[in-house]
């Protein structure tokens, strides 16, 4: 008996990131379906993050007839599946223990200056359905789609976990690396399996969500000498505009007709625990 081959969706990564989808001081969770479209159709991952399977992880796909395929908010992989009988069975049967590996691969130079992150020398982010021996029991575990989280450094993993998971890389991968996608099979949760028990695909959608930075503003007058600071961090947006109230939003009050320029990501500094945006004016 013979059967036609088709392709099925086995799981997908969904990359998001609230400086490109916030607009303003609106957020991207809190604006209606159609804006939220709106702003997906300018979205694209790639204008920050690179996403590429490993070496070991190339050879597992083509091995189980797997197909990796970058889009414009992550990725999907796909794997060939026996057509009119069970859309969900995989033409080869999947090992629950299999793992797939990404690299991620920050390719803007600002992008820790408008993300909400620390960045630790010799530590890197690990997004996992299942946890490393030497990682403690808070270990986080990625994110479903439906989830509401945005990533924090609760996504750092030890350094001897990092040294561990560089070292299954091959030599020429392991620079740059800001994170690894580490996926298997069957997680250590059900909710995070990508296959269920009798080896059918459940096509789970993963989500990594990056959060905006919010500084406080440093308005800067070389002529006059001055520096004024906004009294509350504001949100870093590609899009929209932040309006400043020269009253409230400083201390002393500025004159009611004073207006103030939204700051760029290019000039940022940090002192003791805030950080600055800096705006010459």
């Not at 204008?47 to 990796?68: D, G, H």
């Not at 859309?87 to 600002?110: E, R, W």
Request: zero cysteines.
């Amino acid at each position: 008996m013979s059967f036609n081959l088709t392709f099925g969706l086995l799981f997908e990564v969904t990359l998001f990131h609230n400086y490109f989808l916030n607009s303003g001081v609106n957020t991207y969770a809190g604006m209606s379906g159609d804006d939220q479209k709106k702003m997906l159709q300018k979205f694209d991952s790639n204008s920050f993050a690179t996403i590429t399977p490993t070496v070991e992880t190339i050879t597992q796909l083509r091995n189980y007839k797997m197909t990796f395929k970058p889009t414009k908010t992550g990725f999907r992989v796909y794997i060939k599946v026996k057509e009119g009988i069970e859309i969900d069975d995989p033409y080869i049967s999947v090992p629950a223990d299999l793992k797939l590996d990404f690299k991620i691969t920050v390719n803007d130079y600002q992008f820790e200056n408008y993300t909400n992150l620390e960045f630790v020398l010799n530590q890197m982010f690990l997004f996992s359905n299942v946890k490393p021996s030497t990682e403690p029991g808070t270990f986080k575990y990625i994110p479903n789609f439906s989830d509401n989280i945005l990533i924090s450094n609760n996504y750092l993993i030890s350094e001897e976990t990092t040294s561990i998971l560089l070292s299954e890389l091959q030599t020429q991968e392991r620079q740059d690396v800001f994170g690894i996608i580490s996926l298997t099979m069957k997680g250590d949760n059900n909710p995070k399996d990508i296959i269920d028990g009798f080896g059918k695909m459940l096509s789970p959608n993963f989500k990594i969500h990056f959060d905006n930075r919010k500084t406080l503003w440093k308005y800067i007058n070389r002529k006059a000498g001055t520096e004024i600071n906004t009294l509350t961090a504001k949100p870093l947006t590609y899009s929209g505009f932040v309006e400043l109230d020269p009253v409230n939003d400083f201390a002393p009050a500025q004159l009611e007709s004073s207006t103030y320029p939204n700051p760029s990501v290019k000039s940022i500094t940090k002192i003791d625990s805030d950080y600055y945006s800096e705006i010459f004016i």
